[in-house]
Structures are given as structure tokens and as C-alpha cells.
T-cell receptor
Framework: AQSVAQPEDQVNVAEGNPLTVKCTYS??????LFWYVQYPNRGLQFLLK??????LVKGSYGFEAEFNKSQTSFHLKKPSALVSDSALYFC??????????????FGKGTKLSVIP | KAGVTQTPRYLIKTRGQQVTLSCSPI?????VSWYQQTPGQGLQFLFE???????NKGNFPGRFSGRQFSNSRSEMNVSTLELGDSALYLC??????????????FGEGSRLTVL
């Protein structure tokens, strides 16, 4: 089974500073990787995905992610953090569960706090 | 375009009862997935329906069941509720079965508390 790991439960960053939320993956074959964000008492919102192509993927709200095959990582980044970016971030991988069947397997999540 | 709608948003039940949660996907979306979110276990996949057929099922006991109707709306049912079933239940839709897109559109969830 495919899996992702988010090594940090919490990341704190000052407003205006660059932010990085880490994700590593373990897959067989080519990975399909995703980042989602969850604000308090809300569902998850899609940020970006990597299927194939450029290693730098741009997504919503100024976020981007860098796919690194040699390090099996897919870190989420933003050049300048906003207080409104404070939320729970999930990395996910498409996981094959049977013939023609797939699901998304999520990491445990990383709580990002942007300090004014 | 309306998003994914889940009802009810909050509910409280007691052990042994059963509960039914409803999900209306984005118009035109035919795939509906359900996830359970708890602080300890994170997001866990429950099942996925596509064109009224269950395509995937996660590692949950038979007390958890679901169905999808011809208009793509989906319901999930949990019978004989246990304290550990307290969670946020998230529904997500996508235009087609997961292999084609992988991107999911989530509702705001139904928060179930079991007393």
C-alpha cells in the first residue's frame, strides 16, 4: 500500500516569512500526490496535485509544492506566510486498493500557525 | 455551482443507536467517497460509490454501510453506535471514479458525538 508521512505535527512561522510543510511518500510506481487544507470546523480544500511533469507544482492561494523523486518528498511551500494560512494541512497519495479501484490515503496532518 | 452538501452538520446520539448521514455531491459528479476524521486516527477512508455501486471499502466493521442513489446523492449509516464512532464524517465528490482525477471536493462534514 502507498503511504505518506508528515513528520511535523505543528509548524510555527512568523507572518511574512517563507513556510514549508513537509511530506514524504512511499509508493510503488509513479506517485500521484496531493495537498489539502482544512480550516477549523470545515471540510478539506484541494490545494494542488502532482501527477507528472514539472517538479514544481503551483496551486491555490499562492502555495506551491516541490516534488523530489530522489528524496521521495513533496513539500508544500509558500514564499510569504499570512495569518490566514493558519490551518491543518494534509498530504495525500492515490492508493490502489484493487483492480481498477483507488482511494486517497492521507497523512496525519500538520497544524500550521502563522504568528503576527 | 453549489458545493458538496452534508446533513446534518452536528448530531448527538447515545450508544447503541443508529445514525444516517446524507451527502449531496456537486452537480454532475458521480463519485462519492466517505472519510472518518478523528484526532487520534486522522482521516480514514470508509467507502467510495460510483454510479450507485460501491467500488471501494475501507477497513471498518460491517456496522458502517452506505449507498448511492441514481441522482448521485449518498447516505452512510452507522448502526449500534459506540463511543469510538464519535468523529467528523466527511463526504467528498469527484467528476468520475478516482483513477481519472484524484482530486476530491469535500463537504463541511457531519460531526457525530456518541454519548
Amino acid at each position: 500500500a502507498q503511504s505518506v508521512a508528515q513528520p511535523e505535527d505543528q509548524v510555527n512561522v512568523a507572518e511574512g516569512n517563507p513556510l514549508t510543510v513537509k511530506c514524504t511518500y512511499s509508493v510503488s510506481g509513479n506517485p500521484y500526490l496531493f495537498w489539502y487544507v482544512q480550516y477549523p470546523n470545515r471540510g478539506l480544500q484541494f490545494l494542488l496535485k502532482y501527477i507528472t511533469g514539472d517538479n514544481l507544482v503551483k496551486g491555490s492561494y499562492g502555495f506551491e509544492a516541490e516534488f523530489n523523486k530522489s528524496q521521495t518528498s513533496f513539500h508544500l511551500k509558500k514564499p510569504s506566510a499570512l495569518v490566514s494560512d493558519s490551518a491543518l494541512y494534509f498530504c495525500a497519495v492515490r492508493d490502489k486498493t484493487g483492480a481498477g479501484s483507488y482511494q486517497l490515503t492521507f497523512g496525519k496532518g500538520t497544524k500550521l500557525s502563522v504568528i503576527p | 455551482k453549489a458545493g458538496v452538501t452534508q446533513t446534518p452538520r452536528y448530531l448527538i446520539k447515545t450508544r447503541g443507536q443508529q445514525v444516517t448521514l446524507s451527502c449531496s455531491p456537486i452537480s454532475g459528479h458521480r463519485s462519492v467517497s466517505w472519510y472518518q476524521q478523528t484526532p487520534g486516527q486522522g482521516l480514514q477512508f470508509l467507502f467510495e460509490y460510483f454510479s450507485e455501486t460501491q467500488r471501494n471499502k475501507g477497513n471498518f466493521p460491517g456496522r458502517f454501510s452506505g449507498r448511492q442513489f441514481s441522482n448521485s446523492r449518498s447516505e452512510m449509516n452507522v448502526s449500534t453506535l459506540e463511543l469510538g464512532d464519535s468523529a467528523l464524517y466527511l463526504c467528498a465528490s469527484s467528476p468520475a471514479a478516482l483513477p481519472n482525477t484524484g482530486e476530491l471536493f469535500f463537504g463541511e462534514g457531519s460531526r457525530l458525538t456518541v454519548l
